[in-house]
């Protein structure tokens, strides 16, 4: 070991010895310089859980013949050349905002699997359990304006968790249906039967319970209980954080706009939120397993999906926040090449589409392509390790950096991905 590798090593042990990971004064100015270079401020991430067909929406094969194809049509989008599904007819009018992914692949055709490989970039293991791709970026940017960092719409699905991070890091579940007429979020105002006194001394004594714990055993389990007291009770004693969550103040034609549907209602949200400064807002849809009757199931589906992200998209856009904002539009993995004896599609992680926009990534762009049967990527294949490095890089976020697991084992935020210029602006 040189000198300075030994320097180094030493270094790194007495940061995470303070609990600070990897961070070095080098790597705080380093993490200084690439943050005033970041093109995203947040990122709204709707995943839409099940595997989504991409031969009957984002890359149809209208040549192809009717068991490829499909029981749909195809229809023009904004990008000349270009098709899209006849199911996402408000994308397609849309498509010069977007950045669509035909090539994206991975090796995990079961669900779980296939989902923490896209919501984490990394592909599942029995020794550690990796962090999503939003708790990454709630540990390394945290939150703004009193609001948590990283917040589900409504509630905490597989792999959006904070995995080997601590636990400040997960995320913030709203509960309950956004489509709710009496919809709101538990237990934001105070309680009305407790007086500034009083909660004060609550606080002081759950400060003292908290010193005296960390002196007994697991500090940084109570460092981690302690963060989320500090980040419910900046939560609560802030009406403009609060007044955040209010889908009530939204007019009655942005509602409608958006589609009064859980996963619309969940984009309102989720736009109100990194408006007012949230970091991450995942908002997961299921519904998408179609193994039978597709001409049944899915056009209900993407009537929802397209609405809400087509208004989504457009709305930040017209605000301006699109340009500071990343959104997201992932699945788990495609559906099979053919349609099976039951006229439907199974499992197929060979290669299947996403979609982005805004936050840096490249408007009217379909980046990479599959094959004429729609069964293997032809041309510039996008694994979730590089799609998590462009939009890590896209964040002011070192893709190269690495963290520390339990038991000081240093991980690799990225392991094995690649910032994808393509899809840059």
């Not at 970041?38 to 995943?47: G, K, N, P, S």
């Not at 699997?113 to 390394?140: C, D, F, K, M, N």
Request: aromatic letters at 6%; glycine letters at 10%.
């Amino acid at each position: 070991m040189t000198h300075a590798t030994r320097r180094r090593f030493l270094s790194d042990g007495f940061a995470a010895g303070l609990g600070l990971g990897f961070v070095r004064p080098a790597d705080l100015l380093a993490a200084a310089a690439t943050r005033r270079a970041a093109r995203a401020e947040a990122v709204i991430h709707i995943h839409l859980e099940g595997g989504l067909s991409h031969l009957d929406t984002f890359d149809p094969k209208p040549e192809a013949p009717l068991e490829i194809r499909g029981p749909f049509g195809s229809l023009k989008s904004k990008l000349d050349g270009e098709p899209f599904g006849e199911l996402v007819p408000k994308l397609a009018a849309v498509a010069d905002q977007l950045t669509v992914v035909r090539s994206f692949t991975h090796t995990e055709a079961d669900h779980d699997r296939g989902q923490h490989s896209v919501l984490t970039g990394y592909q599942p293991s029995p020794a550690i359990e990796y962090p999503s791709l939003g708790a990454v970026v709630a540990h390394e940017l945290g939150g703004r304006n009193d609001l948590p960092a990283y917040v589900c719409v409504p509630s905490v699905g597989r792999s959006f968790g904070a995995g080997y991070l601590s636990s400040a890091y997960a995320p913030f579940a709203v509960g309950g249906n956004p489509a709710a007429r009496d919809f709101a979020v538990r237990d934001l105002a105070p309680p009305k039967d407790v007086d500034a006194a009083r909660t004060a001394r609550r606080r002081s004594l759950q400060q003292r319970l908290d010193a005296h714990f960390e002196t007994l055993g697991d500090a940084d389990a109570v460092r981690a209980i302690e963060s989320y007291y500090q980040q419910a009770y900046a939560l609560i004693d802030s009406p403009k954080a609060r007044a955040a969550f209010d889908l009530a103040a939204e007019p009655e034609a942005q509602k409608e706009r958006y589609g009064r549907r859980p996963l619309g209602m969940g984009c309102l949200l989720a736009r109100r939120l990194v408006a007012a400064g949230v970091r991450y807002v995942a908002v997961p849809r299921g519904g998408f397993d179609h193994h039978s009757q597709l001409v049944n199931s899915l056009p209900t589906a993407m009537a929802d999906v397209d609405q809400a992200v087509a208004a989504l998209v457009a709305d930040l856009a017209a605000s301006g926040l699109l340009a500071s904002t990343a959104v997201l539009v992932t699945t788990e993995f495609g559906r099979t090449p053919r349609l099976n004896a039951d006229a439907g599609r199974d499992h197929w992680c060979k290669v299947f589409s996403v979609v982005l926009a805004g936050g840096g990534f490249k408007a009217g762009c379909v980046y990479g392509a599959s094959n004429a049967g729609g069964a293997e990527p032809e041309r510039d294949p996008v694994r979730p390790a590089d799609l998590a490095a462009s939009l890590f890089t896209l964040l002011g976020i070192d893709p190269g950096k690495r963290l520390l697991a339990p038991g000081n084992r240093p991980i690799d935020l990225v392991r094995d991905g690649r910032v994808e210029p393509g899809l840059l602006a």
